[in-house]
T-cell receptor
Framework: DQQVKQNSPSLSVQEGRISILNCDYT??????FLWYKKYPAEGPTFLIS?????DKNEDGRFTVFLNKSAKHLSLHIVPSQPGDSAVYFC????????????FGKGTTLSVSS | ETGVTQTPRHLVMGMTNKKSLKCEQH?????MYWYKQSAKKPLELMFV???????ENNSVPSRFSPECPNSSHLFLHLHTLQPEDSALYLC?????????????FGSGTRLTVV
């Protein structure tokens, strides 16, 4: 049973528009959420995170929103750029910082110019 | 070298072979992980080492055998694999106990079992 779900395998967006990637989770013990970005032939790289005590975290063009009651988080990228085209993984952690992350299946974002 | 380095980048092996994957981290982290990424599946946690001790073994078949000789090195020994074990194997490291830093991943080893 998947604890972290990314139900959209792919998303296509035009350059300059907003990209919204969604993630749902089932484990109410998760207290830290992260987004990773992965290019082909490379390992995932950390993008942005949010603690369960917050509902929003912003870093430049990237904003993560957390809705604890709905067990839902989303990553907003605005404006989207062609270089943002990659696979985006949502991940969650429960308990102590640095413990094992649980990942979703990923969403492939394609940004066209 | 910086970050997390995995070798080899690609590996093709027969079902009767024995091979090893290597991971080295240059970040001073104290925890290391093996993940498996198969097509259309989430990254699956395989093993966790914290302070060189295995703290988690996520129901992985015994044909996968991890080894962590020190905090900078992690190996995954492979023997008698099956074609369904073909996947991207990712190593990651992190620092526990000092706030949340997330993981730093290597580029992975693309394994094909024939």
């Amino acid at each position: 049973d998947q604890q972290v779900k990314q139900n959209s395998p792919s998303l296509s967006v035009q350059e300059g528009r907003i990209s919204i990637l969604n993630c749902d989770y089932t484990n109410s013990m998760f207290d830290y959420f992260l987004w990773y970005k992965k290019y082909p032939a490379e390992g995932p790289t950390f993008l942005i995170s949010i603690s369960s005590i917050k509902d929003k975290n912003e870093d430049g063009r990237f904003t993560v929103f957390l809705n604890k009651s709905a067990k839902h988080l989303s990553l907003h990228i605005v404006p989207s750029q062609p270089g943002d085209s990659a696979v985006y993984f949502c991940a969650a952690s429960a308990g102590q910082a640095g413990t094992a992350l649980i990942f979703g299946k990923g969403t492939t974002l394609s940004v066209s110019s | 070298e910086t970050g997390v380095t995995q070798t080899p980048r690609h590996l093709v092996m027969g079902m009767t072979n024995k091979k090893s994957l290597k991971c080295e981290q240059h970040l001073g982290h104290n925890a290391m992980y093996w993940y498996k990424q198969s097509a259309k599946k989430p990254l699956e946690l395989m093993f966790v080492y914290s302070l060189e001790e295995r703290v988690e073994n996520n129901s992985v078949p015994s044909r996968f055998s991890p080894e962590c000789p020190n905090s900078s090195h992690l190996f995954l020994h492979l023997h008698t694999l099956q074609p369904e074990d073909s996947a991207l194997y990712l190593c990651a490291s992190s620092q526990t106990g000092q706030g949340f830093y997330g993981y730093t991943f290597g580029s992975g080893t693309r394994l094909t079992v024939v």
